[in-house]
């Protein structure tokens, strides 16, 4: 029983420890503060909730505790400004002297664009006082709920690395004493980049988790989704915003095929395209278009989408413009290049020009230490030698890649098919 009950904690605190972090954040303005505050919350229910049972509503039980704790600390630190006898005197006037505090940060959050705790918290994590790394890192931790391990994996660096980032970047934002607050013109131009970025990647850790049993994390991917409209209509004439969004809702309608009744993951081209939510299809070619519109320079996620388009609008996989594809990633890498990038490019030009073709941009991909680690890398170099009819070649590249794969279910895919 206790056993079901941690879990039950477990699930509820990874899908609701952002809102609680954003919503403490912006009573005590203090990062460090709100993070101990929520996971007080936490400590509270892992040792009331085994003995008095579940509540009815686990993420409002969780919220209630950290809100209290955080007025308690605001209490608390008034009380240490003030002469002691003058609060005793009046409960009343405490109350009132713990407000004035923080009533014109209040009153700014509410003046700001859109009212939501959790955007606030992703621009506050997206502070220039921070390096690029570091406010990636801090964003997929507070609004992801993502571990240290699942970040490295996401960024293709060790878990150290992310801690020390992660560590630093709270003491930066700390020191600096950075508002909690949305930003302003130009300011808001200057760290869309990031958010999109942080967004992004969320949205990639639920589409393939990293690790664990489930394939996807659907919660993730419909939290980005959200943030991702909520960002299109604070900025509304930002083509990438727009790109970003088309990008996240067309790879978002293919979930419910991405998966058989077993929750076995079903690759691009075997999924029944039947299945595909067709109107998140439609919602994602508006928002290209709007992005198309606007005529700005296409940079790396309207490319994306662009790309992710050509599935979308393909009734079958025969049917996909390959040598589109191919070569709106050729114009990807001169925008964003990046290993990942090509390997995707790779993949593209092996369907347009045939195997031998894209294991040779493989090739050359092998030796690149950030891919080292990244069993994508192998296991399409195995799907390609499998096709080239190198059988042996390909079970080894099949089981390197299912060796690094973190997530259970993707082994599982990968060793399968060493064994085919």
């Known amino acids: 029983m206790h056993s079901q009950v941690h ?12 809102r609680i972090v954003a919503v403490v954040m912006r009573r005590v ?32 039980w969780l919220m209630t505790v950290a ?16 002469r002691h006898e003058e ?13 004035p505090d923080f009533v014109d940060a209040l009153d700014a959050a509410r003046q700001d664009p859109i009212g939501d705790d959790l955007l606030r918290l992703i621009f506050t994590a997206c ?46 934002l700390s020191e600096a004493k950075v508002p909690f607050e949305l ?12 958010v999109l970025e942080v967004v992004y990647l969320i949205f990639n850790e639920g589409y393939t988790a990293t690790t664990g049993q489930d394939w996807m994390r659907p919660a993730l991917c419909q939290e980005a989704l959200r943030l991702g409209r909520l960002l299109a209509d604070l900025a509304p004439q930002e083509a990438e915003v727009h790109g970003l969004l088309a990008l996240m809702e067309i790879q978002a309608s293919r979930m419910a095929a991405r998966t058989d009744a077993q929750g076995e993951p079903i ?6 395209r039947s299945r595909w939510d067709h109107a998140l299809i439609e919602q994602g070619l508006a928002a290209l ?53 090509e390997l995707n490019r790779a993949v593209a030009v092996s369907m347009a020009e045939g195997p031998a073709a894209g294991l040779r941009i493989v090739d050359t991909l092998l030796s690149d230490k950030a891919l080292q680690r990244y069993h994508w890398l192998f296991a399409v170099q195995a799907d390609l030698l499998d096709k080239l009819g190198r059988a042996e070649a390909a079970r080894e590249a099949y089981l390197k890649a299912a060796s690094l794969a973190g997530n259970e279910r993707e082994k599982a895919l990968l060793l399968q098919r060493a064994d085919r």
Do not use: F
Not at 187 to 193: Q, S, T, V, Y
């Open 7 to 18: 879990d039950t904690i477990a699930a509820v605190w990874r899908a609701e420890s952002p």
């Open 29 to 60: 303005q203090d990062l460090g503060v709100a993070e101990e505050l929520a996971q007080d919350a936490l400590v509270a229910a892992l040792e009331r909730w085994p003995l008095d049972g579940l509540p009815d509503k686990p993420a409002a």
């Open 67 to 82: 809100q209290n704790r955080a007025l308690d600390h605001l209490r608390h630190r008034q009380m240490s400004a003030a």
């Open 87 to 99: 609060l005793a005197r009046d409960l009343d006037a405490q109350e009132a002297l713990i407000v």
């Open 127 to 172: 502070h220039p006082v921070l390096s690029t790394d570091a406010r990636v890192a801090l964003t997929l931790k507070l609004l992801g709920g993502l571990s240290t391990h699942e970040i490295a994996r996401a960024c293709l660096v060790s878990e150290p690395t992310v801690a020390q980032r992660i560590v630093r970047a709270k003491r930066s």
């Open 183 to 194: 930003p302003r013109a130009p300011a808001l131009g200057e760290r869309l980049a990031s």
């Open 267 to 272: 690759l691009l081209n075997d999924q029944d």
């Open 289 to 341: 278009a709007r992005a198309e519109a606007l005529g700005q320079t296409a940079r790396s996620y309207r490319l994306q989408a662009e790309i992710a388009a050509c599935h979308a609008r393909a009734a079958r996989p025969q049917d996909t413009d390959w040598h589109r594809m191919a070569g709106l990633y050729a114009e990807l890498m001169r925008v964003a290049p990046s290993p990942v990038v």
